[in-house]
């Protein structure tokens, strides 16, 4: 069975310092990757999502980059934090299969707290 | 911006009651998705819709795919202790390269 691991669960982090967030996934090959960022309380906001190693989509521009190393590692990063970059991130896959329906059927990883002060 | 209008936002409910929750668009949607986030936690997915119709259940949740393609609604039956949490519904909007998800709906149960 496919699981998908992030870490670390919690961080917190002085303004301006790099951040790097990694999410793997196991059991599943060229699976679709994405990244979410969720406020407290607030809906998932899409972040980055991929298709394929190296292959990395943009969905808002931000303080914050994702780079696809190898084909089940996602990484979240940043050069310099912001506060307004605190919140929950979220690492999904979804399989790159060709029906619909594990193309677009997504599974969240357990998320990682980030703490900007 | 979203484009998924979900409801309620907050659910006050007895334990034993059955809940209901829909999601609703004004565009026609391939697939619908149905997840529960606990606190602290990743999303859960609970249901996958897939056709226009299509009754789906899992154990005490029933979920449904409008035959317009634009709604969608998931029911809790008796519900416990447990089912408090945030239901999130999801879909692929036809024509569109990602997921859209509603704002969530917070279920809180008083024993």
């Known amino acids: 069975s496919q699981t998908i691991h992030q870490w670390p669960a919690t961080l917190v982090q002085p303004v301006g310092s790099p951040l790097s967030l990694e999410c793997t996934v196991e059991g599943t090959s060229n699976p679709n990757l994405y990244w979410y960022r969720q406020a407290a309380g607030r809906g998932l906001q899409l972040l980055f999502y991929?298709?394929?190693?190296?292959?990395i989509s943009s969905e808002v521009p931000q303080n914050l980059s994702a780079s696809r190393p190898q084909d089940r590692q996602f990484i979240l990063s940043s050069k310099k934090l912001l506060l307004s970059d605190s919140g929950f991130y979220l690492c999904?896959?979804?399989?790159?299969?060709?029906?619909?329906?594990?193309?677009?059927?997504?599974?969240f990883g357990p998320g990682t707290r980030l703490l900007v002060l | 911006g979203q484009q998924l209008n979900q409801s309620p936002q907050s659910m006050f409910i007895q334990e034993g009651e059955d809940v209901s929750m829909n999601c609703t668009s004004s565009s026609i949607f391939n697939t619908w998705l149905w997840y529960k986030q606990d606190p602290g936690e990743g999303p859960v997915l609970l249901i996958a819709?897939?056709?226009?119709?299509e009754l789906t259940s899992n154990g005490r949740l029933t979920a449904q795919f409008g035959i317009t393609r634009k709604d969608s609604f998931l029911n809790i039956s008796a519900s416990i202790p447990s089912d408090v949490g945030i239901y999130f519904c999801?879909?692929?909007?036809?024509?569109?390269?990602?997921?859209?998800f509603g704002q969530g709906t917070r279920l809180t149960i008083n024993p």
């Open positions: 991929s298709v394929g190693i190296g292959q």
């Open positions: 999904a896959w979804s399989g790159s299969g060709g029906t619909s329906e594990t193309f677009w059927t997504q599974y």
């Open positions: 999801a879909g692929q909007r036809q024509g569109a390269q990602k997921l859209v």
């Open positions: 819709l897939y056709k226009a119709g």
